[in-house]
């Protein structure tokens, strides 16, 4: 499905975009250079700690705004080297900004508790109390700021490139299915999603098989990226002084060891419900049991009707009437294309939004 773009930008590296992209870079630097000067927060230093904040704040919502369109772009077409490079350059400043948090870090980490209490309770702050107490947790296992802008500076060639090579051997990746009339066509992994939700269950089948047949002729690219990024992340947490791998996963979702233990245990305690509603469907289907490749089919009830692209398209719409994203954004229905990925950042910023105390809570 491909978007109408033009609420970002009229044109991909038009004035418009070129300027707005040069005006981050050198936002960026500046606020680099200002918060690198500061010494810790203080009392006195406090007042130039917010304005480095909300510099940041207003930077993050921008960098957003540009990476979300060329996310969207890349994801279309993954075969675009104009798109890849972008990316390549995104990954770029995305460093450079990530190096004011480290700041931010070393700034919160020293300060004794009532400079820090009185710091996330000033006016220009309102809301954001949640994402500067997290800041302040954080900082605790932070490495050194030396280390960590070190660690920034390579993953851009390290764990980020590792990242960009899985997307686009994904988004190239093609795979043979053969249709149950013997018609046989080569197709981009994108549409294989779509047709394992197929009615027909040798249609599902042939994806299914084919799919994982494509995937295997890459296993090694594919496990080489996943493994040098997980590696990564092990090594980093040593060095901050992480003690378990889920504990990065923990504070990211803010919740607790005992929370998840409690999610899981009652997942297992009423793990036949889920098994009931499998066996209702092998039951409807006429069948012993499903395979991975029957869990989105659909069931063949009375009553049911086949909708429309238009049809679905306004359900939706009236499902999320209050959304931007379906009131300004513009859709065309089309099925994947050659070289097309998943996007990291859909279309979400067709208007961002300015950066408020309600946005804050829940950075």
Request: net charge positive.
């Amino acid at each position: 499905m491909p978007w109408d773009l033009t609420s970002y930008f009229p044109s991909f590296n038009g004035p418009e975009m070129l300027q707005f992209k040069a005006a981050i870079q050198k936002d960026v630097a500046a606020l680099q250079r200002a918060a690198a000067a500061l010494p810790a927060l203080t009392a006195e230093t406090a007042p130039s700690w917010e304005d480095i904040l909300l510099r940041n704040e207003d930077l993050s919502r921008r960098m957003s705004h540009l990476s979300s369109y060329v996310s969207c772009l890349a994801s279309s077409d993954a075969r675009n080297e104009a798109y890849l490079q972008e990316e390549a350059e995104l990954t770029r400043t995305r460093a450079e900004l990530a190096k004011v948090r480290i700041e931010l870090l070393r700034a919160v980490k020293p300060a004794p508790d009532e400079v820090f209490d009185a710091f996330v309770v000033r006016s220009q702050l309102e809301g954001a109390a949640n994402y500067l107490n997290r800041l302040r947790e954080e900082a605790r296992r932070a490495m050194s700021t030396e280390k960590e802008i070190l660690a920034t500076d390579l993953g851009v060639d390290g764990m980020q490139a590792w990242g960009r090579l899985y997307d686009t051997v994904s988004a190239k990746l093609e795979f043979d299915m053969v249709f149950p009339d013997g018609t046989q066509k080569h197709l981009p992994m994108s549409q294989r999603r779509s047709l394992l939700d197929n009615p027909n269950r040798e249609v599902r089948r042939a994806a299914f098989d084919g799919g994982n047949a494509a995937w295997q002729s890459i296993e090694d690219t594919a496990a080489g990226a996943l493994n040098a990024i997980a590696g990564t992340r092990l090594t980093l947490n040593r060095h901050r002084g992480v003690d378990h791998f889920l504990d990065i996963a923990l504070f990211q979702a803010a919740i607790t060891r005992k929370t998840l233990d409690a999610m899981f245990a009652a997942l297992m305690a009423n793990l036949e419900i889920p098994r009931r509603i499998l066996r209702l469907k092998a039951r409807l289907m006429r069948r012993q049991t499903v395979a991975w490749y029957d869990l989105g089919a659909p069931l063949d009830l009375a009553g049911q009707e086949r909708l429309s692209w238009q049809k679905a398209q306004s359900m939706v719409g009236a499902a999320f009437a209050r959304s931007e994203i379906f009131s300004r954004g513009k859709w065309s229905a089309k099925t994947g294309s050659i070289g097309s990925r998943a996007p990291a950042n859909g279309p979400a910023a067709f208007a961002p939004a300015p950066c408020s105390a309600k946005n804050r809570a829940s950075l």
